[in-house]
């Protein structure tokens, strides 16, 4: 695969080429103390020089020594708040007299373009794929948004101490087709983006840059860059053997840990909202004061709420510890029986946005130490 090398001066050059062709491009931004994403016009709206320190319970942004523009690990929103969105409406309804007309409410086409998505993340964008975009149930918005995404991804050469994405293979090099991918490399004397091509689409936009042929030392840079991020990884106190949890979930419906941990949850769905793969979401019917006007909203939701499960009767999962394990067991077991994949991807979000500092890995090792006595 030809690798080329882009100068990290005219990486604005990318930005202009994606949006020249009418993308909305979207990318990490600091807004309110952290890195998000947010619209892209000009590589000033980038991080440059900043990174984020993360643990159980604890985020905080702070300045690097160098002026990396992805020299941080991943921030409090994924990208499926751009693809299935947080709330939308599906239609209106009016009554006049005895008539009542239902209009559906069609989205206007959009051409969306992500920069900077890592390894994990474009995972992610693939599980919801199979979950929102295929089969007999699929979300037609999230479809139509998924149709003309433009992804641009990152090669990470940093990590942060929540990472586990080498325990669940997603990273951190870029193993999914992205349109293109780009790996930074900054040396004390140089600094510049190696890139590649994975689509028409991507050739496209390439050929519209000041690229040269990297050179076999700058492309062993570019590996040596995302080797670092993976020892710190491979090498962290999150990192373990995923390879049987599935089934070793399975046999631990009754564990005593499964208490333990409900003493410290608050069923906050603070995990669920950062989960780059949680998908659950719930319809809420509205009307004015007349009985003439009505709505229907599709929005997020989290099986860590008692009304997700709410049949005649009561809530199936009425207690904080039957809504932990559904949640944990759904997204490491179970998720293999629906979609043939694990729904974790190792980004490490549900870790550090917990209020309570819950950790997945740690609670993994506890079910595995309590099993073994």
Known sequence: MEILKLAANDLNCLIQAIRSEGYQLFGPILHNGAITYGEIETSTDLPQGWTDQQEAGQYRVERRNDKAHFGYAVGPHSWKQFLQLPQRQLWSASRSGEDVQILEIEEPPVKLAFLGVRSCELHAIAIQDRVLAQGDYANSSYKARRAQLFTIAVECTTAAK?????????GPQVQLPSDLVITEVLTSDTHFFLIRCGSPQGNRVLKQLPTVDASEKEKQEGQAAVQ???????????????SDLKTLLYRNYDNPNW??????CLSCANCTMACPTCFCSTVEDTTDLTG???QRWERWDSCFTAELSYLSGGPVRADTRSRYRQWMTH?????????????????????????????????IQNIRAQEQK
């Open 162 to 170: 929540t990472c586990f994405c080498t325990s669940m293979n997603t």
């Open 331 to 363: 997204k490491l077991a179970t998720w293999y029986d629906q979609f043939d994949s694990s729904g974790c991807v190792g980004c490490g979000r549900c870790i550090t946005w917990c209020p309570v500092g819950i950790d997945i890995t740690e609670e």
């Open 259 to 264: 208490d333990k941990v409900a003493e410290r």
């Open 228 to 242: 670092q991020a993976e020892n710190q990884v491979s090498n962290g106190s999150r990192s373990f053997d995923s």
């Open 292 to 294: 003439n006007e009505a």
